[in-house]
């Protein structure tokens, strides 16, 4: 019953419905302008209005805010990106890696330098990978995935603080929307459905240090536990994988080209090792609770023993599982030689960089709706993935290009940037997008967290011909590339 669980929550999505009032101008809910407040406001003077308001300057709200700020219809516009934080100081790149990356597909590297972030990227430090290798624990099957040959990139590791600082230094380009640092949200008011001329038609937003704002439309980028998808009253669908992911810093045993991604699925989940420079590696592993704390706590020989086995160790073969499949791979071969692919060993691990291991919890949420009157939720504020595909941050530069053109024709049109219209053609189209990825990605997570020997068998023999059949592979690249 878990491996249909992943689809039972894409149909039920799909089945719900929009439930608040429409109106010319967008639309309207709770708690608008009293006589009180009108009262208030003309003794104090309006908030401030801004056409925009981004609350969440991670990479995903730095990218919205470095999007409509370069956006030629929205010139006019008056946009606030709000940020908890410090702002970061621009310096030179600390010499060792941050153990947070992000694996970059090439449609979001496209996206990044459509902004013009991608330059600073470039010119701070990343690393590209031509091939992807997948395989089984507990059997020989495998699946590779590369392009052109190796000629072409499959995606590109960047550490998270590279992709931050490349946003901000091309927000701060611009010139064009106003960064309020170490600001926190702490109360939104909402329009009513049904406005008279003394009502406030606006998001009312109150911050931490007593100043108010309002706005035509507000962002929610502030995370899985976005205040802001809890305020506008919008419900998530979540739990919890009772995983927690180990990051660290790997250093090789010897320099290689390393240009390719490992993963191998584990019974107690993935382990991936992501190329970082020639003889550096990061390295993501989702594995229990009580397995994670052991590992952190481990010293660093017995760490990097325990890594070493992961990839390389046969231990959960069976004799069945090992002859099936290599039936099934003599008879692939045979009928399309052209779909073999060469298995790759993964490189070897010496040592790890002082004080770069951590631990985080994983789990699976996804808003019910990405839109509701005057706000939009993008990146984990709207939905939270597995890391073992990769695509957690790709879905959110997803949501930006999406909601930033939606806007963007919003304001050539004349249109109220709050209006459901635009909010709600944003949702549907990375509903439709975002669903069958996070499906997919909780399907494979639950499909490769048990040993039993039928559904071992299954996989592998799914994962086999997947492998053999390249116009699959080919589809699959597509989807996951965009």
């Known amino acids: ?81 709000l940020e908890a934080g410090n702002k970061k100081a621009d310096g030179q790149l600390p010499e060792l890696y941050s153990n947070r990356v992000s694996a970059l597909t090439p449609g979001s590297a496209a996206f990044l330098s459509r902004l013009g972030a991608w330059d600073h990227i470039c010119n701070m430090r990343y690393k590209p ?30 550490e998270n603080d590279v992709l931050l600082s490349a946003l901000s230094k091309q927000l701060t380009a611009a010139d064009r929307v106003h960064v309020l640092y170490r600001s926190k949200a702490v109360n939104y008011t909402w329009p009513e459905p049904c406005l008279s001329p003394d009502m406030n038609p606006w998001v009312q937003i109150e911050l931490a240090d ?56 584990l019974v107690t989940g993935p382990i991936a090792m992501l190329p970082l420079s020639d003889d550096l590696s990061s390295l993501v592993w989702s594995t229990s609770h009580q397995h994670a704390s052991d590992l952190l706590s481990m010293d660093e020989e017995t760490f990097v023993d325990a890594i070493n086995s992961a990839f390389w160790s046969n231990e959960n073969h069976t004799e069945f599982i090992d002859t ?43 808003a019910t709706k990405y839109v509701g009157p005057r706000v939009a939720l993008i990146g984990d504020a709207a939905h939270r993935v597995h890391p073992l595909a990769g695509q957690g941050v790709n879905l959110g530069f997803g949501d930006v290009a999406s909601l930033s053109q939606h806007l963007s024709e919003a304001a050539y049109n004349g249109e109220d940037l709050g209006s459901t219209n635009h909010l709600n053609a944003f949702e549907t189209e990375r509903q439709r997008h975002n669903l069958p ?31 053999a059949f390249v116009p699959i592979k080919e589809q699959i690249m597509a989807f996951a590339s965009r």
Not at 66 to 79: G, V
Not at 339 to 346: A, F, I, N
Request: aromatic share 8%; with cysteine.
């Open 210 to 265: 007593g100043n108010k704002l309002q706005a035509s439309v507000l962002i929610g980028a502030d995370g899985p536990n976005s205040v802001v998808r809890q305020s506008a009253g919008i419900q998530t669908m979540q739990w919890k994988y009772d995983q927690s992911a180990v990051v660290a810093t790997l250093r090789l045993a010897e320099p290689t080209d390393n240009n390719v991604a490992w993963q191998r699925f």
């Open 324 to 366: 099936a499949s290599s039936i099934l791979k003599t008879a692939l071969t045979f009928l399309m030689p052209s779909g073999t692919s060469v298995r790759q060993l993964p490189p070897s691990v010496a040592h790890i960089d002082p004080k770069s291991r951590a631990i985080f919890p994983l789990g699976l949420g996804h």
């Open 129 to 158: 990978f031509k091939r992807m290798q997948v395989w089984d624990e507990c059997s020989d099957a495998m699946i590779t995935f590369d392009k052109a040959n190796l000629l072409e990139d499959m995606g590109f590791i960047v």
């Open 1 to 81: 019953m878990n491996l249909w669980r992943g689809a039972r929550l894409a149909y039920g999505l799909r089945l719900q419905e929009r439930s608040w009032l429409l109106w010319d101008g967008g639309c309207c809910r709770r708690g608008c302008s009293s006589s009180s407040s009108k009262q208030e406001e003309q003794e104090t003077g309006p908030p401030e209005f801004y056409d925009v308001v981004i609350s969440g300057g991670g990479m995903v709200g730095t990218a919205m805010a470095c999007a409509l700020a370069y956006d030629p219809n929205l010139l006019e516009k008056k946009i606030l990106l």
């Open 437 to 467: 990825v996070m499906a997919a990605i909780d399907l494979l997570k639950r499909l490769y967290s048990t040993k039993s020997i039928p559904l071992v068998l299954l996989r592998s023999l799914g994962l086999q011909a997947t492998n």
